[in-house]
């Protein structure tokens, strides 16, 4: 079997491991609490669902638009008017399957042979995996506590060199939920304009923010590539919808790749996808990040007491990204043990880089908190 050397770079996605682990012991009988996975525990609001269904009564199974359909766009730009404050031309934005189709999308309009993409250590594996498919390099930047983890302006100014042609943020982010303000959305997105490149920002995760509001990079900057997502606040993660906002001047080359790629994002999804924005479904979902912002409390206070360090309080997404070196020198071994021994799935910070990584571990809030108390008394009792 011949395989493309571009594989060689691709590392395997350890929380997708450990999650089938977890399902093969839940097959065999073992109660497992899944922390690992970043899929809320919440299905699809009814609303929603209804529209789908009720798209596929009607025959709506056919291709649309590559672009996705216009009055999902419509409603998607009213959307950032809405809740930003920020006008935004429904012509710049790619429905796609899934924030996966934005990503690849926006790498395959910059990154050439050679080019480097600057992002955060620790940060989303398939960030790094979509560079290097490319044929790019993944330049993975340290980061600590001191910055939030996030990758900031001076970080892009110190590393940039000539084959740069982008940096990628998110905000919030994976794995720390930690958010970047307006003020450093902009100072980033400067550094990358005077030298000459595009900053990348994922935004899957805006919606879900505890205490405080995520300010979007296209109030700062029209010429910024910004991804977002069904999957994450709207809880719709097996629909496979995302959208990807492009600067004016990448909306043609950006809408040939998307008929070259994917034809069109899902139909049904699309349709289904309108009743999204709704007033009663939007207060539903925001019923739904009152309960994460619980849970977050919960694990703030609970974690510390198993030896667990918590350099930074996450600002949303619905992650915690905990410093386990107190218990731990191989939080791989250590995960590996959590869900053998006391049926706890989480995910080792090698998943996200190198920076430390065996010394973290993530945690997903993403179940109850009775099931998350029950987690900690599991953990607290391996000791």
Request: charged letters at 20%; glycine letters at 6%; a negative charge.
């Amino acid at each position: 079997m011949r395989l493309s050397t571009r594989l060689n770079d691709i590392a395997p996605f350890q929380v997708m491991a450990i999650l089938e682990r977890a399902r093969a012991l839940q097959a065999a009988g073992r109660d497992v609490i899944h922390l690992e996975v970043g899929e809320p525990d919440f299905a699809t609001p009814a609303a929603i669902v209804e529209a789908g269904r009720q798209a596929l009564s009607e025959g709506h199974t056919f291709y649309t638009a590559a672009q996705g359909l216009p009055a999902l766009r419509e409603a998607i730009a009213a959307f950032y008017l809405q809740r930003y404050g920020v006008e935004v031309d429904a012509r710049r934005i790619i429905v796609t399957p899934g924030a996966s189709g934005a990503l690849q999308i926006a790498l395959s309009l910059l990154v050439d042979q050679g080019d480097q993409v600057l992002m955060a250590d620790p940060t989303y594996p398939c960030n790094r995996h979509f560079v290097s498919l490319l044929g790019g390099e993944p330049v993975c930047l340290a980061v600590g506590p001191e910055s939030r983890y996030q990758l900031l302006a001076g970080d892009v100014d110190e590393a940039w060199a000539e084959r740069t042609v982008a940096a990628m943020v998110a905000s919030p982010a994976n794995p720390t939920g930690t958010l970047l303000t307006a003020a450093e959305l902009a100072a980033l997105s400067a550094s990358c304009k005077r030298h000459g490149g595009s900053l990348i920002v994922d935004e899957i995760y805006h919606g879900l923010t505890y205490g405080c509001d995520a300010a979007t990079a296209l109030a700062v900057d029209p010429d910024v590539f910004v991804i977002n997502s069904f999957s994450k606040y709207f809880q719709m993660t097996g629909w496979r919808l995302g959208w990807l906002v492009v600067p004016d001047a990448y909306v043609e080359p950006a809408l040939r790749l998307a008929q070259n790629l994917f034809l069109c994002p899902p139909t049904m999804a699309q349709h289904a996808a309108l009743a999204a924005f709704q007033p009663q479904v939007i207060a539903e979902l925001e019923q739904r990040r009152a309960e994460f912002g619980r849970r977050c409390d919960f694990l703030l206070q609970a974690l510390p007491s198993l030896g667990w360090k918590l350099p930074v309080q996450p600002e949303g997404a619905f992650y915690l990204y905990a410093d386990v070196s107190d218990v731990t020198d191989d939080s791989f071994a250590y995960c590996a043990r959590l869900l053998e021994e006391v049926n706890v799935a989480i995910t080792p910070g090698a998943d996200f880089g190198c920076y430390r990584a065996a010394q973290h571990v993530r945690v997903a809030y993403t179940t109850s908190i009775e099931r998350l108390t029950e987690a900690v008394a599991r953990i607290a009792s391996l000791a």
